[in-house]
């Protein structure tokens, strides 16, 4: 059984230019998390979705950060333009709609 | 508000238990987890305890929840050298489908050989 898989898993990229995190959630859970990861924050909402549908955003940081959930086996998590300040791990987790959350391996994101 | 607080190091013998504590702020949370990171890893659900119980045993784990004092503790019996990583106590508010979690920041457990 696969789990949640993230892509890339690490990545490299200079300030200013676009980045585009993707996510496929196990199949037949209805929600989907996306998380960052930092020392000093610890782990924090972005945003999550229910039945491909955004429920709450509050926690993106700003406009520079979008995501999408165009069907139920797909998510992007955009940030454009990046800066260093985005260098986190940024997970994505799925969940059925009872509880419990299950996460991906992660994408490591470096900003220069 | 919403907090979860756990001590950031603990370190314990191989064959040791170990004991790793978390306290939560808000009292209407329904589900309790402990999830498990190592390193470069995602997050591991361990278990979880639903907010009308105290105790939920799993093999060599523990959890006890005591809701008039808003604790919570996981006990890791046998501790073994591939127990190390992050442990992380997160609440839950759901009643019916789901929220997201709020994590505390943490515990690291070395376990000494």
């Known amino acids: 059984d696969a789990g949640v898989i993230q892509s890339p898993r690490h990545e490299v990229t200079e300030m200013g230019q676009e980045v585009t995190l993707r996510c496929k959630p196990i199949?037949?859970?209805?929600?989907l998390f996306w998380y960052r990861q930092t020392m000093m924050r610890g782990l924090e909402l972005l945003i999550y979705?229910?039945?491909?549908?955004?429920?709450?955003d509050s926690g993106m940081p700003e406009d520079r950060f979008s995501a999408k959930m165009p069907n139920a086996s797909f998510s992007t998590l955009k940030i454009q333009p990046s800066e260093p300040r985005d260098s986190a791990v940024y997970f994505c987790?799925?969940?059925?709609?009872?509880?419990?959350?299950?996460f991906g391996p992660g994408t490591r994101l470096t900003v220069l | 508000g919403e907090d979860v607080e756990q001590s950031l190091f603990l370190s314990v013998r191989e064959g040791d238990s170990s004991v790793i504590n978390c306290t939560y702020t808000?009292?209407?949370?329904?589900?309790l987890y402990w999830y498990k990171q190592e390193p470069g890893a995602g997050l591991q659900l361990l278990t979880y305890?639903?907010?009308?119980?105290d105790m939920k045993q799993d093999q060599r784990l523990t959890v006890l929840l005591n809701k008039k004092d808003k604790h919570l503790s996981l006990r890791i019996a046998d501790t073994q050298t591939g127990d190390s990583a992050i442990y992380f106590c997160?609440?839950?508010?759901?009643?019916?489908?789901?929220?997201?979690?709020?994590f505390g920041k943490g515990t690291r457990l070395s376990v000494i050989a």
């Open positions: 987790a799925s969940s059925p709609s009872s509880h419990g959350q299950f």
């Open positions: 199949s037949g859970h209805d929600y």
């Open positions: 979705f229910n039945n491909n549908v955004p429920i709450d």
């Open positions: 808000d009292s209407s949370s329904t589900y």
């Open positions: 305890i639903f907010s009308n119980m």
């Open positions: 997160a609440e839950s508010f759901a009643s019916s489908g789901n929220t997201p979690l709020v």
